[in-house]
C-alpha cells in the first residue's frame, strides 16, 4: 500500500510516520511546505519518500501521488494572524489536493479536521476548517473525517509542547483567570493507531475523537510541569490583563505562539462528544499520566524541537 500524508513534518504526521513503519508499511510520501521541519523529518527518516511542497502551487508533489492508495490529510494553518494565510493553507491546498485525486475514485481520504468545528467559538482557524472540511466531504472519494480534540504527544510545538518549554525556562507561569476551563485533552500516540485502522479498515463517515479524561487547564498544566520536570511557579493572572499581554505581545510578532482568539476559545464552555472510540477503533487509550510521561521523557523524541 502507498500512503501519502500532507502536513507531514507537524504534530500528527511526525507522529504517525514512526508507526506507520513499525507496522510493516514502507512506501510512504511526506509532504510539508515548512523548510527546517520537513529537513528534520527528511533526516529522521531518510528511507521514505519526502517533498517540501506548497500544496496550494503545483509542483513535484502532484506527481509523487501517483498511484497512492490511502491520503492522510494532515495539512493546516493552526495559528498566527494573518487570515489569508488560513484561507491558503487550510482551503486552497485542499482543494487543489482533491483536484489531483479526483480522477482516482478508489483513493481513500483520513482527514484530519478538528473538534472546533463543533466549538461555539469563531475565528479564522474555525471558519477555514470548517471549509476545510466541506471540501473533503464534497469530494466524489471515500472519506472519513476525523475531529479530534487538542492533542498533544512528541514534536508538538503549539499547544502544550510549547506550554511545557515556556515553563521549563520560566520561574513563572501564568494563567488566565482561576484556570478552570474544562480541556479534553487527547495523545497523538492514540490518534496515530485509529489513522493506521482508518487506514487498513476503509471506515467512511465523521467521528468526534475525544480525549477520555476531561481535565481543568490550569490541572492539565500542573500535570504538564510535573512530567516535564518543571519548577516554575504556576501563577493565575486576571483575565482581562492576561489578554492585554497578548495582544501587545501580537503587534511585535507575525506568528504568536498564543493569541488573544486562542484565549477566548481557551475560556469558551466547550464539552465535545465522547464517543467510544477504543472499541470502534480497536486502539487502547493510554492514560493521560502515561501519555504526558512518554511525551516529555522519551530518550529520544522528547528532545526534538520543530520550529514555529
Same mark, same amino acid.
Given at each position: 500500500m502507498k500512503i501519502a500524508i500532507t502536513g507531514a513534518a507537524g504534530l500528527v504526521g511526525q507522529n504517525l510516520i514512526p508507526r506507520l513503519?513499525?507496522?510493516?508499511?514502507g512506501e510512504i510520501v511526506a509532504i510539508d511546505k515548512h523548510p527546517v521541519n520537513t529537513?528534520?523529518?527528511?533526516?529522521?527518516?531518510?528511507?521514505?519518500?519526502?517533498? %517540501?511542497?506548497? =500544496?496550494a502551487a503545483d509542483g513535484d508533489w502532484q506527481r509523487a501521488l501517483a498511484g497512492v492508495d490511502a491520503v492522510v490529510i494532515c495539512h493546516a494553518q493552526i495559528g498566527g494572524l494573518d487570515k489569508a494565510a488560513y484561507a491558503r493553507n487550510n482551503i486552497m491546498a485542499t482543494e487543489k489536493l482533491l483536484a489531483v485525486l479526483a480522477p482516482r475514485? %478508489?483513493?481513500? =481520504?483520513v482527514h484530519i479536521s478538528s473538534s472546533v468545528v463543533n466549538s461555539t467559538a469563531k475565528d479564522d482557524y474555525v471558519w477555514s476548517k470548517e471549509a476545510q472540511e466541506k471540501r473533503v466531504l464534497d469530494a466524489a472519494l471515500p472519506a472519513i473525517v476525523l475531529r479530534p480534540t487538542l492533542m498533544f504527544g512528541w514534536f508538538d510545538r503549539k499547544h502544550l509542547g510549547w506550554l511545557a518549554r515556556f515553563m521549563q525556562r520560566s520561574p513563572l507561569f501564568p494563567v488566565?483567570?482561576?484556570g478552570r476551563y474544562l480541556r479534553q485533552p487527547l495523545y497523538v500516540g492514540d490518534f496515530c493507531d485509529i489513522v493506521i485502522g482508518c487506514i487498513e479498515h476503509r471506515p467512511t463517515g465523521i467521528y468526534n475523537?475525544?480525549?477520555l479524561e476531561p481535565v481543568d487547564y490550569v490541572d492539565l498544566i500542573r500535570a504538564v510541569k510535573q512530567a516535564c520536570g518543571a519548577s516554575a511557579r504556576i501563577v493565575p493572572v486576571p483575565y482581562p490583563l492576561f489578554w492585554s499581554m497578548l495582544f501587545v505581545y501580537g503587534l511585535f510578532s507575525r506568528d504568536p505562539p498564543f493569541t488573544t482568539k486562542q484565549l477566548e476559545a481557551l475560556v469558551t464552555p466547550d464539552v465535545f462528544e465522547v464517543i467510544d472510540w477504543p472499541g470502534l477503533f480497536g486502539v487502547t487509550p493510554t492514560p493521560l499520566a502515561a501519555a504526558l510521561a512518554e511525551t516529555y521523557r522519551h530518550p529520544v523524541y522528547s528532545k526534538v524541537v520543530l520550529e514555529f
Open positions: 513503519k513499525a507496522r510493516g508499511y529537513a528534520l523529518l527528511r533526516r529522521l527518516h531518510p528511507d521514505i519518500t519526502i517533498l %517540501q511542497a506548497d =500544496l475514485p %478508489q483513493v481513500y =481520504l488566565p483567570g482561576n475523537i475525544t480525549g
